[in-house]
């Protein structure tokens, strides 16, 4: 059974930076598929990114449009850490961020395909 914790939440001003922490504990990372999703209040959880879930030369990584660009998701399978760098943050990125985990979860992430999951942290981008 894999366990998430998530860490490094908080409130940035608009233009700011976070990376956000995922700590693993139980078998080992890199045989999943690890994302990050956010959640607003009222809305559906959304995925942000992922990384092992593509097939592409950049790790395998897919991003969202809103955040393309700005964000950079990692891995560190030894360590059994996933990081996601948020740069040029945004109001609208205000949101619990989760990080989640997945077997076999290909393509851009969605709720339904991971089975794992952290309890979220708190980021707020705000003047």
């Known amino acids: 059974q894999l366990h998430l914790v998530e860490s490094g939440g908080g409130l940035v001003q608009p233009g700011g930076s976070l990376t956000l922490s995922c700590a693993a504990s139980?078998?080992?990372?890199?045989?999943?598929?690890l994302g990050w999703f956010r959640q607003t209040p009222g809305k559906e959880r959304e995925g942000v990114s992922c990384i092992s879930c593509t097939d592409d030369s950049e790790g395998g990584t897919y991003y969202a449009d809103s955040v393309k660009g700005r964000f950079t998701i990692s891995r560190d399978n030894a360590k059994k850490m996933v990081y996601l760098q948020m740069n040029s943050l945004k109001p609208e990125d205000t949101a619990v961020y989760y990080c989640?985990?997945?077997?076999?979860?290909?393509?851009?992430?969605?709720?339904?395909?991971?089975?794992?999951w952290g309890q979220g942290t708190q980021v707020t981008v705000s003047s």
């Open positions: 989640a985990a997945d077997l076999a979860a290909y393509g851009a992430p969605v709720v339904w395909n991971y089975d794992f």
């Open positions: 139980g078998p080992n990372l890199d045989e999943y598929v």
